[in-house]
Structures are given as structure tokens and as C-alpha cells.
């Protein structure tokens, strides 16, 4: 079975940091590019950040640029996303997708064909 499984939620305060992880079983996903997204009560799925197959190129989006930092070992089959400075509307259930055997680092989550049951962060003002 090809699952992701995310680890490394929880609650802490304004300022403060987590890391996120997300490792994946059933196959190798050090081909795909993968990336992070969240989701927050009566709102929809947004991107926070991604990572092509290699490493070598990530994207953030705006909300979170200069405060997150998305990472891989491919060795070890797991995506890391280090959030540091966080603030209450980062509060939300965060998911990591796989996008398979993608070049690139894509934003829309409808590019991802695996996901994982999320992870929450909440984040106390």
C-alpha cells in the first residue's frame, strides 16, 4: 500500500517552531517532487511550500517565505518542513503530497496523486 504519513504536529506558542515530517511507504518517492499544503477550518486547501525530485529547487508561497523551510532525504524516503517564527493563522491541518515523477515544484494541489492523513498545528497567540 503507497501511503505518506505525517508526524511532528502540535500545539506551541506565537514564535515559536515545529518540524514537520512526512515519510513515505509502499514505494520510493525520490523521483516525485513533493510538497506541503494545510488547511484551516471553513477555509480551502492552500500550498505552503515544495520541493523538486532533487532537492535542488523549492518554492514557497508568500505567506510563509523566510519562516518555513521544506527540505528531503530521499535515502531515508522523507520530506521535512521546519517552521520557525510561527504565527495563529498558521494554524491548521498540514499535508504533505506526493507529485509523481514531477520535474518540477508545483503549486496546485491537484497535481498530487498521494497524500497523507495531515497533521495538526495549532498556534496560540
Known amino acids: 500500500q503507497v501511503q505518506l504519513v505525517e508526524s511532528g504536529g502540535g500545539l506551541v506558542q506565537a514564535g515559536g517552531s515545529l518540524r514537520l515530517s512526512c515519510t513515505g511507504s509502499g514505494r520510493r518517492f525520490s523521483s516525485d517532487g513533493m510538497g506541503w499544503f494545510r488547511q484551516a477550518p471553513g477555509k480551502e486547501r492552500e500550498f505552503v511550500a515544495a520541493i523538486s525530485w532533487s532537492g535542488g529547487s523549492t518554492f514557497y508561497s508568500g505567506a510563509v517565505k523566510g519562516r518555513f523551510t521544506i527540505s528531503r532525504d530521499n535515502a531515508k524516503n522523507t520530506v521535512y518542513l521546519q517552521m520557525n517564527n510561527l504565527k495563529p493563522e498558521d494554524t491548521a491541518v498540514y499535508y504533505c503530497?506526493?507529485?509523481?515523477?514531477?520535474?518540477?515544484?508545483?503549486?496546485?494541489?491537484?497535481?498530487?496523486?498521494?497524500w497523507g492523513q495531515g497533521t495538526q498545528v495549532t498556534v496560540s497567540a
Open positions: 503530497g506526493a507529485d509523481y515523477l514531477s520535474q518540477g515544484t508545483s503549486v496546485s494541489a491537484t497535481a498530487y496523486d498521494v
